[in-house]
């Protein structure tokens, strides 16, 4: 097989995998014209048509999804091949792909990232924040970040938090203008500043007490699907939030903002980062493990 053969299946199974140019064009690090050509001669030189193109969607012809379905696993062993030099390297080379949502982003990875650059400086770092929970695998991720109730069974998982309470919470300037909620029914006579979910739903307020559980549909002025607009909303007075403790746990301590209802906040969220089980774990993944669970421990 001809260089320019194996660039144009390589361009081919980016594209079928995200079902999109300009994310498949992103993640070679092409631009979406150089992209579209590679798929046209691939299609002229085979004489057949592998994508259906519309300005809204990308999908696989019949023919199309035959050839992924045949080239993907011999795709999958080339990569695992060559990653398996790395073995023989002195320092490990590679890219890792995270997919990781919003807080563990912050909280986790945000202050180990120039400590693991400088400690691997031939590993580049790839890391995509969305609050979905993303299929690690279609989306060609080595792993994920997120908590534990979002994972599917049948992952690795390194945990990389303690555990910590989900709470609600508000600032001084709010408290005092209003009645502190005595218990969690109380919150439906507040201004709730909402949270918005990846998949467009919106946050439960839970809360547990002696082993009752009960979830509060709340109200208010204001829905934001970015945690810090909504750590800024509460601080600025404007209603009561509910969010993690662990990540506002400086503004806590500072007395920015007051955990309330705290006998209603049972501890009960722990990140973790996970992987599929696969026999050959990328050298650059088992490093950036390693030092994972130090930093945790």
């Not at 810090?228 to 500072?254: F, H, T």
Request: include cysteine.
């Amino acid at each position: 097989m001809r260089g320019t053969e194996f660039a144009e299946l390589s361009a081919f199974i980016a594209v079928a995998e995200r079902e999109n140019f300009s994310k498949a064009a992103a993640y070679l690090g092409i631009v979406p014209s150089t992209l579209s050509q590679s798929i046209r001669l691939l299609e002229e030189r085979l004489g057949v048509r592998l994508l259906n193109r519309t300005t809204r969607s990308v999908s696989l012809t019949e023919a199309g999804e035959r050839l992924f379905t045949k080239i993907r696993p011999a795709f999958d062993e080339i990569n695992e091949a060559v990653e398996s030099i790395n073995d023989f390297r002195d320092t490990p080379t590679g890219t890792i792909r995270l997919s990781v949502s919003t807080i563990p982003a912050h909280m986790i990875l945000a202050p180990l990232m120039k400590d693991f650059l400088t400690a691997y400086p031939a590993i580049n770092l790839d890391i995509t924040v969305d609050d979905v929970t993303s299929d690690i695998v279609s989306g060609r991720f080595d792993a994920g970040i997120r908590y534990g109730r979002r994972i599917e069974k049948d992952m690795q998982l390194v945990k990389a938090s303690h555990k910590s309470r989900v709470i609600a919470i508000a600032s001084p300037k709010y408290l005092s203008n209003h009645p502190i909620p005595k218990i969690p029914q109380d919150l439906q006579l507040h201004n709730c500043i909402r949270f918005r979910l990846g998949t467009q739903e919106l946050l439960t307020w839970e809360f547990e007490k002696n082993k009752k559980k009960i979830e509060i549909a709340v109200k208010g002025s204001l829905i934001v699907n970015d945690i810090d607009l909504m750590v800024k909303a509460v601080e600025d007075g404007v209603g009561i939030g509910y969010m993690i403790e662990n990540y506002m746990a400086d503004k806590i301590k500072s007395g920015s903002l007051i955990p309330i209802l705290e006998d209603w906040s049972p501890v009960s969220l722990s990140y973790y980062l996970y992987y599929t089980s696969r026999h050959q774990l990328p050298l650059p993944l088992k490093v950036f493990i390693e030092f994972l669970r130090k930093r945790f421990n």
